[in-house]
């Protein structure tokens, strides 16, 4: 069975520095890799995957991770935050054939101005 | 495009009293659905999941049950709510088949009182 560990319950940074929320995971087989983030008092919604190919995968709205398979890691990064990018973070593993994700426990990002 | 809705945004109950959340997606055919409780605080809990009309899955033992009496229609269903029950619920789809990601509808505020 796969586990997702997100080593940061809360993350605070100030408006335009960069930030990096971790993630990683475990298991024996193949694993497709997502970010969601949550918005208060809203359902998740997709950030980025990784399913195969280039290891860095990015975002519509300047936020990256790199699939580091050595590192067993999916960490996500901004070289820039904004105010509106405060929210709950969630990193997710789906492993081998399932179709049903491990979900990490959600990383807090509060930016402050 | 695909759609998921969700209802209804919040709801206070009594304890004892019964419950019907009721999710449908749009825009897709045979899609694999999922229940899901957020506690506060805390991250997600996988209640059901369903593959198909009629199939349903259960991740936890709990006086919470589902249904999918249609093929895009998902219902969380309970007879005598508990206190414990009050959480944020969130429904969710995805397309049939590993590594693919979730669609999460705007969840429902259930507090019991």
């Known amino acids: 069975a796969q586990s997702v560990t997100q080593l940061d319950s809360q993350v605070p940074v100030f408006e335009e520095a960069p930030v990096e929320l971790r993630c990683n995971y475990s298991s024996s087989v193949s694993v497709y890799l997502f970010w969601y983030v949550q918005y208060p008092n809203q359902g998740l919604q997709l950030l980025l995957k990784y399913l195969s190919g280039s290891t860095l995968v990015e975002s519509i709205n300047g936020f990256e991770a790199e699939f580091n398979k050595s590192q067993t890691s999916f960490h996500l990064r901004k070289p820039s935050v904004h105010i509106s990018d405060t929210a709950e973070y969630f990193c997710?593993?789906?492993?081998?054939?399932?179709?049903?994700?491990?979900f990490g426990r959600g990383t807090s990002l509060i930016v402050h101005p | 495009s695909q759609t998921i809705h969700q209802w209804p945004a919040t709801l206070v109950q009594p304890v004892g009293s019964p419950l019907s959340l009721e999710c449908t997606v749009e825009g897709t055919s045979n899609p694999n659905l999922y229940w899901y409780r957020q506690a506060a605080g805390r991250g997600l809990q996988l209640l059901f999941y369903s593959v198909g009309i009629g199939q349903i899955s259960s991740e936890v033992p709990q006086n919470l049950s589902a249904s999918r009496p249609q093929d895009r229609q998902f219902i969380l269903s309970s007879k005598k709510l508990l206190l414990s029950d009050s959480g944020f619920y969130l429904c969710a789809w995805s397309v049939s088949g590993s590594g693919q990601p979730q669609h999460f509808g705007d969840g429902t505020r259930l507090s019991i009182l």
């Open positions: 997710a593993v789906t492993a081998g054939g399932s179709y049903i994700p491990t």
